[in-house]
């Protein structure tokens, strides 16, 4: 289980509602859903810029919801083997189940799960969405399991995913507006000794088009 609050992410609060609403009430509620008929969503895909606290927001939500949490990096997945891409995924999802509730995390799901007929791999990447369509619909059921992805490119990614039933809820996350921007100068500098002259406001105003990571690096 990660260590990340929501009160460590800097605004973004109808994202972070959002991210509650379909993740952290489930898990922690599930007999309340239960007995209204509701099924929650099974997977959830943030997209955005980079650098806009995507990996961050998943993290917290994993935390709150006292949930284990797996985290796979797309390209980690990509192997030269024909069927091994496919096994990894297929273990991931099969220890997820095994240490529920848990949150897989995917980021940069476009490195695995592009739209079919796109490459000349004799269907590796093919076999790789494959067995993720499986993992998510298949005929063992994700009890408890919730299924994150992240991207920057959610034109790349292969449509059957992203239909309801595997993947539910669609959240973009934008670069900061100001008043984010000064959130997260608050939550990053909390630490800080900054000199008196320094204002925060001035700086949220200055900084229009600054990501959350731009501006940690920043004020490192």
């Not at 949930?67 to 496919?86: H, R, T, Y």
């Not at 490459?119 to 619909?137: A, I």
């Amino acid at each position: 289980i990660p260590n990340v609050k929501w009160s460590d992410i800097g605004g973004l609060d109808d994202i972070k509602k959002e991210l509650k609403q379909a993740v952290e009430w489930p898990l922690k509620n599930a007999e309340q859903f239960k007995k209204l008929g509701i099924t929650p969503p099974r997977g959830v895909l943030l997209y955005g810029p980079p650098g806009t606290g995507k990996t961050l927001l998943a993290k917290a939500v994993a935390t709150e919801s006292e949930a284990n949490f797996i985290s796979v990096k797309g390209p980690q997945l990509i192997s030269m083997w024909v069927g091994e891409s496919a096994r990894g995924i297929r273990k991931i999802f099969q220890r997820a189940r095994q240490v529920s509730p848990t949150i897989i995390f995917f980021d940069e799901i476009d490195a695995i799960a592009s739209s079919r007929g796109m490459h000349s791999d004799s269907g590796n990447s093919e076999q790789v969405v494959n067995q993720l369509l499986t993992e998510l619909d298949g005929i063992e059921s994700l009890k408890d399991v919730v299924f994150i992805a992240a991207t920057n490119r959610p034109d790349m990614l292969d449509a059957a995913l992203l239909r309801p039933g595997r993947i539910d809820k669609m959240i973009r996350i934008n670069a900061p507006d100001e008043k984010t921007r000064l959130s997260i100068l608050e939550v990053q500098s909390k630490n800080m000794h900054l000199d008196k002259e320094v204002s925060k406001k001035e700086i949220a105003k200055k900084t229009e088009g600054y990501t959350g990571a731009d501006i940690e690096g920043m004020l490192r």
